[in-house]
């Protein structure tokens, strides 16, 4: 027998209404974004410029900041350490030795400290132990050396980030610095180091420590095919970045590497993938919401719009002409309106383009891991510069990210075929087991109509929705079963 008092129907209803308002009105339709971007009167050669925090997820990847200190008249390399400060400072040098205990002496002067491989996991102390050791006596920054021989780059990257620290990478800075503590002079030593203003890729922050780039961002590939992982020290990035430079305080270091299964076929790559963590969530930003497979299905079938950002080259390149060093890049990031494209048109694209100009496609293989998009008529396209950067398109006027800047051939020119980007519903598990920022889609099993309760990433139901139809179920009660209802 069923219970359920009118006015308590009434609360039910009117709070799923007002939640379900609530969360469909302030929807922005697709129609207008389409039609704001088109109406911008600013115009450039690939795209449009974009506005201060308009796309709060899009990242820019940058090299590692470099440090260089001065002995007198030398100077030297260093590198900053791992996700410690990275930021000038001066003071004179003082010899700690091992600083196995605080470093008396060192207040307000620069700790030089021997670090020794075998105390990384033996008896002795480790890196972030020894700095705590300079900064508990005043140090104000340290500069560390091998206690013999050139540092070799170890895993300097634990110590808590209460002063600036540096390692020594050159013999001339070794010998510099050996030469300052043997003459027992108190030579002065200036750090400085600038984050650099010029992208190297684009990203999408996913929340978290998490931003999303390309593999071929952070890999090294030499003239045999072989390639190495950049070691997180070489690169930097800057979360929700729009004037690279005038952003520079935002930008953070990176403590983790991990690059899909990248694979070369041919000088095409695969899996072109990669996370990178950064040492606490940034200052600012919004994570992206990544498209499912199905919504990137519907839109590539329709040849939809999907929108490509970046920092990269605004310059019309023909196919196959060679890439310069020396590019019109943006100071700001741009945004171009492109077009979807099933892969199996993407492919018929491509494989036409080639037969045509009598060149080989052997190793281009263009499924399910990739989505295409082009605006060869308005000579739109992502350009050098912008791998690793977000392709996104509209799901119920959301911007969702949909694919990863990948590859292409020219940039924006009306001969041009698809540029190909790494299909990000292809990569979704992989990005969920590193990252657990993902949860799989349960489905919820619940005795109503599937059309009136979902599921989202944490397996939960849409509330406002269920109470709007416990509402309505009781409200139907009423008349019904008023022998049960006051």
Sequence with gaps: MLIFHFKYAKILYT???????????????????????????IKVTNGEPVSAGEYPFLTAVLSGRKAIFKLGNTDAFAEYLGAGLQQPFSGRLYDCGLALSPCYGAAGRVCSIAYDFATADGPGLKPSQQLANCSAAG??????RPS???????????????????????QAGYDALMFALSSGSEAFVAVEGVVPDT?????????????LTAAHCVIDVDSAGSFRVLEPRELMVNVGAHDLQLDRNYAQSVIEVIPGDYRLSGPWGENDVALLRLAEPPLRGKPVTLISQQNLDASSAASEAALVLGWGSTSIRQPLTPVTMVQSVSATPLSALLNLHNTETCRTQWQSFFRANNLSSAGLDIRSIHVCASNPVQQRDACQGDSGGPLLVSVDGDWQLA????FGLGCGATESVPGVYASVPAFT?????HTNLLQP??????????????SNSAGTMDWSLLLLFIGYLALSLKYSRSDYLE
């Design 15 to 41: 709070v799923g209404l007002f939640c379900f308002l609530l969360s469909t009105g302030s929807t922005v339709q697709a129609g207008d974004i389409f039609g704001s971007a088109a109406n911008r009167h």
């Design 148 to 170: 013999g021989g050139v540092l070799i780059q170890g895993d300097l990257a634990d110590h808590e980030p209460s002063i600036p620290a540096v390692s020594v990478t050159n």
């Design 403 to 406: 694919g990863v800047t990948s």
């Design 441 to 454: 889609d349960p489905l919820v099993q619940v005795q109503f109509s599937d059309a009136m309760v979902k």
């Design 429 to 433: 598990q992989w990005i969920a087991s």
């Design 199 to 211: 992208v190297v890729c684009g990203a999408t922050y996913l929340g978290g420590t998490w931003v």
């Design 139 to 144: 140090g104000v920054g340290a500069i560390f």
